[in-house]
T-cell receptor, first 113, second 113 residues
Framework: DSGVTQTPKHLITATGQRVTLRCSPR?????VYWYQQSLDQGLQFLIQ???????AKGNILERFSAQQFPDLHSELNLSSLELGDSALYFC????????????FGSGTRLTVV | DQQVKQNSPSLSVQEGRISILNCDYT??????FLWYKKYPAEGPTFLIS?????DKNEDGRFTVFLNKSAKHLSLHIVPSQPGDSAVYFC????????????FGEGTQLTVNP
């Protein structure tokens, strides 16, 4: 158990629908990152929050949004889902905003049918 | 635009021998490099890192070499063990982009007993 909790572990939904992925960071970690891993590809950076504020944004689609709440958990909202959104979505957390000390959760596997 | 590339999707070695995983990058702004290991149904776990001011970093059986002029890094595992069988991701960050990581596609390492 890495200490980063992602729910749900698996999600199957239809095209056009909206889903919310949840991430609870490791205790004491202020930074949360979201990554997407499509089939046979590396992890692609989506967005980072630090202590409730958006810190950095990657190639995140306009249909996707995220936020970090006062208790530091984060949610990634995916709307108007398309088949190509099927992927593993990983959350990671760290104490400070830096590449060292990333801890990843086990991911949410999203399947859009 | 794949800024970090792992050209070998898979590698198979015998237990006790050396495993060498390679990674190339194109962005000269990258100044920090990391290797992650990923088992099925788990998130990536940090293995070893190296700053661009060094050319080698060692941690037990794992050594990372950085060749800045060639924009190439490699991970050596000696001796390889069956428990090392996993997908290995190379990742890089640029000081200017904060803590965002750019990942390669991964290499599946299989260590045969």
């Amino acid at each position: 158990d890495s200490g980063v909790t992602q729910t749900p572990k698996h999600l199957i939904t239809a095209t056009g629908q909206r889903v919310t992925l949840r991430c609870s960071p490791r205790s004491g970690d202020l930074s949360v990152y979201w990554y997407q891993q499509s089939l046979d590809q590396g992890l692609q950076f989506l967005i980072q929050y630090y202590n409730g504020e958006e810190r950095a944004k990657g190639n995140i689609l306009e249909r996707f949004s995220a936020q970090q709440f006062p208790d530091l958990h984060s949610e990634l909202n995916l709307s108007s889902l398309e088949l190509g959104d099927s992927a593993l979505y990983f959350c990671a957390s760290s104490v400070a905003p830096g590449p060292e000390g990333y801890t990843f959760g086990s991911g949410t596997r999203l399947t859009v049918v | 635009d794949q800024q970090v590339k792992q050209n070998s999707p898979s590698l198979s070695v015998q237990e006790g021998r050396i495993s060498i995983l390679n990674c190339d990058y194109t962005n000269s702004m990258f100044d920090y490099f990391l290797w992650y290991k990923k088992y099925p149904a788990e998130g990536p776990t940090f293995l070893i890192s190296i700053s661009s001011i060094k050319d080698k970093n060692e941690d037990g059986r794992f050594t990372v070499f950085l060749n800045k002029s060639a924009k190439h890094l490699s991970l050596h595992i000696v001796p390889s063990q069956p428990g090392d069988s996993a997908v290995y991701f190379c990742a890089a960050s640029a000081g200017s982009s904060g803590s965002r990581l750019t990942f390669g596609e991964g290499t599946q390492l299989t260590v045969n007993p």
